[in-house]
């Protein structure tokens, strides 16, 4: 059974950091692209930003690139968000997300259950 769980979430002040991660299991982590989204109340689930595969090639959103650093460990099977210079629009569930590569096209998408970020003084 695939499994993506966040952690990292939390309360923090405008300009702080903070790291999520997301530990993942049942899956041939390493053949997936990930990814993280966010919705905010009353708005659409949006993309933050994506990594390739063994390639880990990245894509911000604009509203995030400079601020936010997305990364993978295909040991641990875990992926990462650092954000740094957190704003109040930043405010959402994050949510950690699979999408099958190669021989695993057509797998996913996986979503875990997300994880608060509240960016607030």
């Known amino acids: 059974q695939v499994q993506l769980v966040e952690s990292g979430g939390g309360l923090v002040q405008p300009g702080g950091s903070l790291r999520l991660s997301c530990a993942a299991s049942?899956?041939?982590?390493?053949?997936?692209?990930m990814s993280w989204y966010r919705q905010a109340p009353g708005k659409e689930r949006e993309l933050v930003a994506s990594?390739?595969?063994?390639?880990?090639?990245?894509n911000y959103a604009d509203s995030v690139n400079g601020r936010f650093t997305i990364s993978r460990d295909n040991v641990k099977n875990t992926l990462y968000l650092q954000m740094n210079t957190l704003k109040p629009d930043d405010t959402a569930v994050y949510y950690c997300?699979?999408?099958?590569?190669?021989?695993?096209?057509?797998?996913?998408?996986?979503w875990g259950e997300g994880t608060q970020v509240t960016v607030s003084s």
């Open positions: 049942g899956f041939f982590f390493r053949s997936y692209d």
């Open positions: 990594i390739a595969t063994v390639a880990g090639s990245t």
């Open positions: 997300h699979a999408l099958g590569t190669g021989l695993f096209t057509g797998r996913g998408p996986y």
